[in-house]
């Protein structure tokens, strides 16, 4: 069983910054590929950022690129996500997934993510 904790939401105005975290811990030894994932009211999950194991592959949605940023921290399953010139479409419940197994597959696909987090908060106001 792997464990996945976000935090770092919370409310922010156009323009803000915000950085999340997630943590993820379990008997799987790591590093694990990592990604987030937002869900607004009333629409779908959608696909945010991902990580490699490695860290060397990152990949984001054309809606968060060149604002957001994911990195990690070294070996460990620990991942941010740096939220810049947070607009109110940015608004969401964003959650962090983990695939302890790396599995080959698109970073975008949720299908690729075996745990997933409770969910943080992202209120961006104009």
């Known amino acids: 069983q792997v464990q996945v904790v976000e935090s770092g939401g919370g409310l922010a105005q156009a323009g803000d910054s915000l950085t999340l975290s997630c943590a993820a811990s379990?008997?799987?030894?790591?590093?694990?590929?990592m990604g987030w994932f937002r869900q607004a009211p009333g629409k779908e999950r959608e696909f945010v950022s991902a990580?490699?194991?490695?860290?060397?592959?990152?990949y984001y949605a054309d809606s968060v690129k060149g604002r957001f940023t994911i990195s990690r921290d070294g070996a460990k399953n620990t991942v941010y996500l740096q939220m810049n010139s947070l607009e109110p479409e940015d608004t969401a419940v964003y959650y962090c997934?983990?695939?302890?197994?790396?599995?080959?597959?698109?970073?975008?696909?949720?299908?690729?993510?075996?745990?997933w987090g409770q969910g943080t908060q992202v209120t961006v106001s104009s």
């Open positions: 997934a983990a695939d302890p197994s790396n599995r080959s597959g698109s970073y975008y696909n949720p299908r690729k993510y075996d745990y």
């Open positions: 990580i490699s194991w490695g860290g060397k592959r990152t």
């Open positions: 379990g008997r799987t030894f790591g590093p694990y590929d």
